[in-house]
DNA sequence: GCTGTCCGGCTGTCTGACAGGTTCACGCCT
DNA sequence: AGGCGTGAACCTGTCAGACAGCCGGACAGC
């Protein structure tokens, strides 16, 4: 009575396995998946076939794949934010230094005394800020309104996009805690060149506040 | 100052370079990639690295390819549903006979005559509606009414997931247009059957209109 | 004890090949 | 002339084998 839809290939029926044992949690999250070679003999396919198959994992958020080392789980769902999340850990920071460096010059140039106290007050409280989360709001705050004080609407709209698509990513608060006294100390680099209003000195430090962070985030996605 | 992450491996920039010319719909949804060999050259990367690109693309439902045709788009952006439309067109169809005739057969024998109502006000109302989407939502209300008339709880619940996933499709109202009368008088069959308390009788009317339904979408997935 | 080098394993990519699905035009038959 | 079958051209799906580059650990030398 029944008559089954067209076969699936190879490759999607391997995927789907393998997304259903990472969806059912029997390869848990942080576990190696086995090589490629290895798979390639227990399902009975090429290689290709098995690359495909988890090219379609890692374009799901599922897995993560490093050179020389395999294949690993880093989530047992489909995260819900791949459309708003359309920005990579990586994408994002090599994006900002282009934009948030000069943003940073302008607002050494145009910032309002209101947009300074507003500025210190964040500075002075992420200095107490212990938890996390807290800390990351506080630091999109400094960072968003620095872009405002640009007195640029797209530095300020991009920056505030920025902000959101890092703060929805879980490297950003795995790196907190190692950057956290380092951070605060940047920021108040960055908040004395803006009260300065040395525009030079404000791209400096942002440029070095960037560029660390970065090479924090880089180390986490690479350990 | 900016030292950037680690290299895009070939597949990744490849996948990037389509999917932003398919989000910036410089590739618009309905038409067709140029055939593997093709990208191929295009990029200067081998067909393994255009298959992987197109992959993820795939997998995040942008294009759908079909051999021997080529791949087409279709979707001009991930869509946000990806975690909860987690059943394909083809894992329904595939999985509803198996469920919902043996629901039809408990139904016919344990519906209730407040149920037979519902039934009958339903297929009426049905037989008037001319808008689509209205017509979809009281299809899913006929099948649903039919499995909680099963009086199993299971397939009560798992028939209203199916046809959640189900009213989430374009697939589905793109089939409306052609099957609509055909399946008010299949409709009618099954409310024959589930009334005069004959379970073999409804689980035939049920597989016979599941079947013709799968026969439809499946003509509308490769057209 | 520390360091540097080497090796085995793994991913990234390429090449060439063949099977099977799809389309279309050409030519044959009616 | 019109319908029909058939084959050629093109496309995707899969396979096998190969090689470069990255990574981790073992091992020898200082």
């Given at each position: 009575?029944?008559?089954?839809?067209?076969?699936?290939?190879?490759?999607?029926?391997?995927?789907?396995?393998?997304?259903?044992?990472?969806?059912?949690?029997?390869?848990?999250?942080?576990?190696?998946?086995?090589?490629?070679?290895?798979?390639?003999?227990?399902?009975?396919?090429?290689?290709?076939?098995?690359?495909?198959?988890?090219?379609?994992?890692?374009?799901?958020?599922?897995?993560?794949?490093?050179?020389?080392?395999?294949?690993?789980?880093?989530?047992?769902?489909?995260?819900?934010?791949?459309?708003?999340?359309?920005?990579?850990?990586?994408?994002?920071?090599?994006?900002?230094?282009?934009?948030?460096?000069?943003?940073?010059?302008?607002?050494?140039?145009?910032?309002?005394?209101?947009?300074?106290?507003?500025?210190?007050?964040?500075?002075?409280?992420?200095?107490?800020?212990?938890?996390?989360?807290?800390?990351?709001?506080?630091?999109?705050?400094?960072?968003?309104?620095?872009?405002?004080?640009?007195?640029?609407?797209?530095?300020?709209?991009?920056v505030a996009d920025i902000r959101d698509a890092l703060a929805h990513q879980s490297e950003t608060l795995n790196m907190v805690a190692d950057r956290q006294h380092a951070s605060d100390v940047e920021h108040q680099e960055i908040l004395a060149a803006i009260e300065a209003g040395s525009a030079e000195n404000a791209r400096a430090a942002m440029a070095h506040h960037l560029e660390a962070v970065g090479v924090a985030?880089?180390?986490?996605?690479?350990?």
């Open positions: 009575m029944y008559r089954p839809l067209a076969r699936l290939s190879a490759a999607e029926a391997v995927f789907n396995a393998i997304r259903g044992d990472i969806e059912s949690e029997l390869i848990p999250v942080g576990s190696k998946l086995n090589s490629e070679a290895t798979l390639s003999q227990q399902y009975g396919v090429s290689r290709s076939v098995i690359r495909e198959a988890l090219r379609s994992c890692t374009a799901l958020g599922l897995t993560v794949t490093r050179t020389g080392k395999g294949t690993f789980v880093v989530a047992s769902k489909v995260a819900n934010d791949l459309t708003l999340g359309q920005y990579s850990a990586r994408d994002l920071t090599e994006a900002r230094p282009h934009i948030e460096v000069p943003a940073a010059g302008l607002a050494a140039e145009r910032r309002t005394p209101e947009e300074l106290d507003v500025l210190r007050g964040i500075v002075a409280a992420m200095a107490t800020e212990t938890d996390p989360e807290s800390w990351v709001a506080l630091d999109s705050s400094f960072h968003a309104t620095i872009a405002r004080a640009s007195g640029n609407r797209v530095f300020a709209s991009v985030l880089d180390s986490i996605l690479n350990n």
